[in-house]
């Protein structure tokens, strides 16, 4: 079975700078896809960033940007120019697509982010 | 309205009672599932329904009973519930077999069991 882990529980950042999130998954899959959700304190789900492992390049959104290593599982997302609005919880997140059947999502525990001013 | 709606936001209930919480989404996905969120705890899923068919049901006690009468609409029957069962239910929704562009989530029902 695959499973996220997020080895990191809270981070924190001051604003305008840049931070990193980790997150590793455990899969003997070759096609799936790897997200990153973020959930502010008004508990909605928002997807920040998605990247489909058959892409090399690397998943892009503005200040959003990930570092996919498919060999080593790795999967983290940087945040440049962090903001005092990207404070919330983070959600790494697998879905397979073996055989073109797409999987449910799988999260991590999370990682809580703190932005000071 | 846009998106997922969940109602009520918050739900107080007590072990003997009996309640429902209600997902709405108005995106024309085909596919909505339930999670429980719990502190300290990876995101659960609890049931999926894909074109109204439950596809999923990841042993979950039957005090929790799903329903989805149409592709919009999913519920949560709840009833004789434990303390344990507090946490935040969640609604996604999906449009499966059209590339992958995730889900999309409510804002959740925070439930608290007394």
Same mark, same amino acid.
């Given at each position: 079975?695959?499973?996220?882990?997020?080895?990191?529980?809270?981070?924190?950042?001051?604003?305008?700078?840049?931070?990193?999130?980790?997150?590793?998954?455990?899969?003997?899959?070759?096609?799936?896809?790897?997200?990153?959700?973020?959930?502010?304190?008004?508990?909605?789900?928002?997807?920040?960033?998605?990247?489909?492992?058959?892409?090399?390049?690397?998943?892009?959104?503005?200040?959003?940007?990930?570092?996919?290593?498919?060999?080593?599982?790795?999967?983290?997302?940087?945040?440049?120019?962090?903001?005092?609005?990207?404070?919330?919880?983070?959600?790494?997140?697998?879905?397979?697509?073996?055989?073109?059947?797409?999987?449910?999502?799988?999260?991590?525990?999370?990682?809580?982010?703190?932005?000071?001013? | 309205?846009?998106?997922?709606?969940?109602?009520?936001?918050?739900?107080?209930?007590?072990?003997?009672?009996?309640?429902?919480?209600?997902?709405?989404?108005?995106?024309?996905?085909? /596919?909505? &599932?339930?999670?429980?969120? !719990?502190?300290?705890?990876?995101?659960?899923?609890?049931?999926?329904?894909?074109?109204?068919? $439950?596809?999923?049901?990841?042993?979950?006690?039957?005090?929790?009973?799903?329903?989805?009468?149409?592709?919009?609409?999913?519920?949560?029957?709840?009833?004789?519930?434990?303390?344990?069962?507090? /946490?935040? &239910?969640?609604?996604?929704? !999906?449009?499966?077999?059209?590339?992958?562009?995730?889900?999309?989530?409510?804002?959740?029902? $925070?439930?608290?069991?007394?």
């Amino acid at each position: 079975a695959q499973t996220v882990t997020q080895s990191q529980p809270e981070m924190s950042v001051q604003e305008a700078e840049t931070v990193t999130l980790s997150c590793t998954y455990d899969t003997s899959e070759s096609d799936y896809y790897l997200f990153w959700y973020k959930q502010p304190p008004s508990r909605q789900m928002i997807l920040v960033i998605r990247q489909e492992a058959y892409k090399q390049q690397n998943a892009t959104e503005n200040r959003f940007s990930v570092n996919f290593q498919k060999a080593a599982k790795s999967f983290s997302l940087k945040i440049s120019d962090s903001q005092l609005g990207d404070a919330a919880m983070y959600f790494c997140a697998y879905r397979t697509n073996y055989g073109g059947s797409q999987g449910n999502l799988i999260f991590g525990k999370g990682t809580k982010l703190s932005v000071k001013p | 309205e846009t998106g997922v709606t969940q109602t009520p936001r918050h739900l107080v209930m007590g072990m003997t009672n009996k309640k429902s919480l209600k997902c709405e989404q108005h995106l024309g996905h085909n /596919a909505m &599932y339930w999670y429980k969120q !719990s502190a300290k705890k990876p995101l659960e899923l609890m049931f999926v329904y894909s074109l109204e068919e $439950r596809v999923e049901n990841n042993s979950v006690p039957s005090r929790f009973s799903p329903e989805c009468p149409n592709s919009s609409h999913l519920f949560l029957h709840l009833h004789t519930l434990q303390p344990e069962d507090s /946490a935040l &239910y969640l609604c996604a929704s !999906s449009q499966v077999h059209v590339g992958d562009y995730g889900y999309t989530f409510g804002s959740g029902t $925070r439930l608290t069991v007394v």
